[in-house]
């Protein structure tokens, strides 16, 4: 027989359920095993208590079906289920997400029938189904069915894989608005009760899985148009796009996606493979929501107010919350897509919730002041999210209380504090983060970053490693609906994030922390000496820089050169463009601060996610492969004219070097030195003595053909971001294809190597996209035979560190295993974790 596992915070709330159950078997014996509460009276949940708890009630080996009560009973179910040894003892555990006591009671009867555990589940998740048509039936609730006489009715069958979730409800809803009909919905499957069809918060009270019959019932002058609508859209799977949703929302998001389940959304399934690890290291601290959601509000005793008064103050409170989900919606619209803005409407429609607003306007109208109404109607709504057997329902009501908590600032402040980025200390969660704002972050006060989507070699994400904060990214739109303060630990070097890390997971965190510090520190004290293989090979290690502030940090950790300017970072966010003078005394300055070292200074890369505000660009459908780097350079010559001269002017000073960037055919090189040589003939004072010519090698194209720019230029220096996302056809700002864009792939080693022997002995090849920061890829890189790796500042003591342990020939033999790996998992497993010599 099927065991049973009870898993609460509380002891005594456990047994009373078993009880409970007890009296529906009439005597009869079911294995109920309770792992619940520390001890007798301490409240919590242990996972080697209930892993013990598994063992018991698998004595059988006929399955176990575990009951939940909330929060971290799931986390820690989950971590005693990874705890089984045994897969096959693992494989029999179904952790089940119906309602503890409802479940039980139901779970109990049905396993003394005999039956299997995932009947034994399927009939504990359907256990509320009884309670809710029951009070649907009883008319305890306000809402008023429509008159059955006239009504026009018709069916649809529910197609989008997690059922009228989130979205597919939210465009149900917004279908019907501005169509005069009353339309109500019921679920045929579970013989649930009606629901009015403008309501996003009832519309989830259907518990409408996939392939469950729901019941259109309309009334009103259009109410055959709204039927019509409904089923169109049901016919068109609610517009969900077909890749949406294809994870199974109770399994986890990835192999290192410890969120917990109760905060998961039914969103998090659009974080393809995510969180990704972007930048190293530890961050420990309460989630801060760039999106204009923050804590409840602090309780304030309100008295009674004028009716027409409060709800004028709810009215415009709630207008100015929508006006901020629409500005986050266009933002994300932009900077993401369409399809990750989509997200947003949830909240719209539940911002425009009959269920919602009407109780409260209903007790302003009663004499109760705006906030009070408002925070009871957003209780109940809440609640009836968090009643619902559905995981992914369930989730639901933390952006019902996240938005009203946006409201409830609005209606006691007036103001949303929580908007400027970063502006309260702890982990920033945002949707995403444009280059200026990345460049700004207040390193202070942010202990981490999450970011819902983008990948790691983004810009944004590249922006964050630079200024040395944690983060991970794509982390998948679900974690939007943290609630703000809630304690999250993101660990940015494996891109673990987990939402309130119990005492231990903390503590191991902080180990992490203390570990990675020690290794740095070692490797700080070795910083400013040479980074030389054992066998006497020196590998330079310069440092990507966008700011004079970056070039401080570079000095500070040692970098032997500037391998990379991203000049186009120096001008963000300017209305106008900054003239020769200002560039060449920005330049002058950086060269300064490098106190004679080189540098190496990129001319502007911009399109692509690099928009120029003061030169705006034509739209193009795919601007990766449009008009950036230097195409968009060679097409506005004046632009780059300027630049280097001021670049020249600055080279008979210091040792400075140019670099051309996506460069595809000899001829754009040949153009761009053309105007080069101009600006040399401009400044007056013939070809400065230390000064180098390269171009960044990023395009296939370029890297296949790397013998016939080698004898054009001083160096090549390998961008491996944009040379990973044109090799495997992958953009690199999405986490959609995130997986797919690894520069560890063999497809790209094999152009790295091509590049390197390409240049032979006219020049120099070094590596300056993200994954020269990796001090894995070390031993690789140099095996293939590059000779100058340009990092994040943070990373050039840890890089140095890695060069001076290889050996050229085990790293040249190293390499070509991994040019004939099958796979980039396979060339991982090829590379030694950095401190790890044996694993
Ligand atoms: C690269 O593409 O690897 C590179 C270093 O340039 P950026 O990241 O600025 O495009
Ligand atoms: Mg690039």
Request: net charge negative; hydrophobic share 45%; aromatic share 2%.
């Amino acid at each position: 027989m099927v065991g049973i596992v009870v898993v609460s915070h509380s002891r005594a709330l456990a047994r009373a359920a078993v009880d409970l159950a007890a009296q529906m078997l009439h005597g009869q014996h079911v294995r109920i095993v309770i792992a619940a509460g520390l001890d007798e009276e301490t409240f919590g949940t242990d996972a080697v208590q209930i892993h013990e708890a598994l063992l018991e009630a698998d004595q059988e080996g006929d399955g176990v079906v575990v009951l939940m009560d909330l929060g971290s009973a799931v986390l820690s179910a989950e971590l005693a289920l990874e705890l089984l040894e045994d897969d096959a003892a693992r494989q029999r555990v179904l952790l089940c997400p119906a309602p503890l006591v409802e479940g039980l009671v139901v779970a109990a009867v049905t396993a003394l029938s005999g039956a299997t555990g995932p009947e034994v589940a399927a009939e504990a998740l359907a256990a509320l189904a009884g309670k809710q048509s029951q009070l649907d039936h009883s008319g305890a609730d306000h809402y008023r069915e429509g008159d059955p006489a006239d009504a026009v009715t018709g069916r649809f069958q529910v197609t989008p894989a997690h059922g009228l979730h989130a979205r597919p409800a939210a465009r149900l809803v917004q279908r019907l608005q501005g169509i005069d009909a009353r339309v109500e919905l019921r679920n045929l499957t579970t013989h649930s009760g009606w629901v009015p069809a403008a309501s996003l918060s009832r519309l989830a009270t259907l518990g409408a899985l996939r392939n469950h019959d729901v019941e259109v019932r309309a009334n009103g002058p259009q109410a055959r148009q709204a039927l019509e609508e409904l089923q169109a859209l049901a016919r068109r799977n609610f517009d969900d796009p077909p890749s949406a949703g294809s994870r199974d929302p109770s399994q986890p998001s990835g192999d290192h996606t410890p969120i917990d389940a109760s905060s998961r959304g039914d969103l998090l399934a659009q974080a393809i493979g995510g969180p990704f690890p972007a930048s190293p290291g530890i961050g420990l601290g309460p989630a801060r929501l760039a999106t204009g959601r923050a804590a409840t509000p602090a309780a304030t005793v309100e008295t009674a107010e004028d009716p027409a008064e409060g709800r004028r103050r709810l009215d415009t409170a709630v207008a100015a919350v929508r006006a901020q989900v629409q500005d986050i919606r266009r933002r994300v619209a932009d900077d993401v897509s369409e399809a990750e803005a989509a997200i947003f409407d949830t909240h719209l429609a539940l911002l425009a919730d009959p269920e919602l607003l009407e109780p409260a306007r209903s007790r302003i109208a009663a004499g109760q002041a705006a906030s009070s109404a408002w925070a009871n109607a957003v209780s109940v709504a809440a609640a009836g999210y968090e009643s619902l057997a559905d995981p992914y329902l369930r989730a639901r009501s933390a952006d019902v209380r996240a938005l009203g908590n946006q409201v409830s600032r609005h209606l006691l402040t007036a103001s949303d504090p929580s908007d400027e980025l970063g502006e309260r200390g702890g982990v920033l969660v945002a949707a995403d983060l444009t280059p200026a704002q990345a460049a700004t972050l207040d390193v202070e006060r942010i202990a981490a970053v999450v970011l819902a989507f983008g990948s790691p070699t983004a810009h944004s994400a590249i922006l964050i490693r630079a200024r040395g904060i944690p983060a991970v990214v794509g982390a998948g739109a679900a974690v939007l609906g943290i609630a703000d303060g809630t304690p999250l630990a993101v660990d940015g070097t494996t891109g673990d994030l987990v939402i309130e890390p119990s005492e231990a997971v903390v503590a191991g965190f902080q180990a992490r922390a203390v570990a990675a510090q020690a290794r740095q520190q070692q490797a700080l004290a070795l910083a400013a000496a040479p980074a030389t293989t054992r066998d006497g090979v020196q590998v330079l290690v310069g440092a990507n820089i966008g700011s004079i502030e970056d070039a401080r940090d570079a000095m500070a950790a040692g970098a032997d050169l500037i391998g990379l300017v991203r000049t186009e970072f120096l001008f963000l966010g300017r209305a106008k463009a900054p003239d020769v003078q200002e560039q060449e005394s920005v330049y002058r300055a950086l060269a300064e601060t490098m106190a004679g070292r080189r540098v190496t200074l990129r001319t502007f890369d911009v399109g692509g996610d690099k928009p120029l505000p003061y030169l705006p660009q034509a739209i193009e459908a795919n601007p990766f492969l449009g008009s950036r780097g230097i195409r968009f350079a060679l097409q506005h010559p004046e632009l780059l004219a300027d630049q280097l001269l001021a670049m020249v002017r600055v080279a008979h000073d210091v040792p400075l070097s140019v670099m051309f960037p996506m460069v595809s055919t000899l001829d754009e090189l040949l153009q761009a030195r053309r105007i080069l040589d101009d600006a040399i003939t401009l400044a007056g004072r013939g070809r400065p003595a230390e000064f180098q010519v390269g171009i960044m090698i990023e395009v296939p194209a370029a890297a296949l053909r790397a013998a016939t720019f080698a004898p054009h230029v001083d160096f090549l220096s390998i961008g491996t971001n944009d040379l990973t996302q044109y090799t495997l056809a992958a953009e690199r700002g999405n986490d959609a294809v995130g997986p797919l864009a690894d520069p560890l792939d063999p497809a790209v080693l094999r152009l790295v190597e091509a590049t390197c022997r390409g240049a032979g002995a006219h020049a120099t090849v070094a590596v300056c996209g993200e994954l020269a920061s990796d001090e894995r890829a070390a031993a690789v890189l140099v095996g293939l035979g590059v000779r100058e790796l340009s990092v994040t500042p943070h990373a050039v003591p840890g890089v140095k560190q890695a060069v001076r342990a290889l050996l050229c020939s085990e790293a040249a033999a190293l390499a070509a295993r991994t040019l004939d790996a099958p796979s980039a998992d396979a060339v991982h497993r090829l590379l030694r974790p950095p401190g790890r010599p044996d694993s």
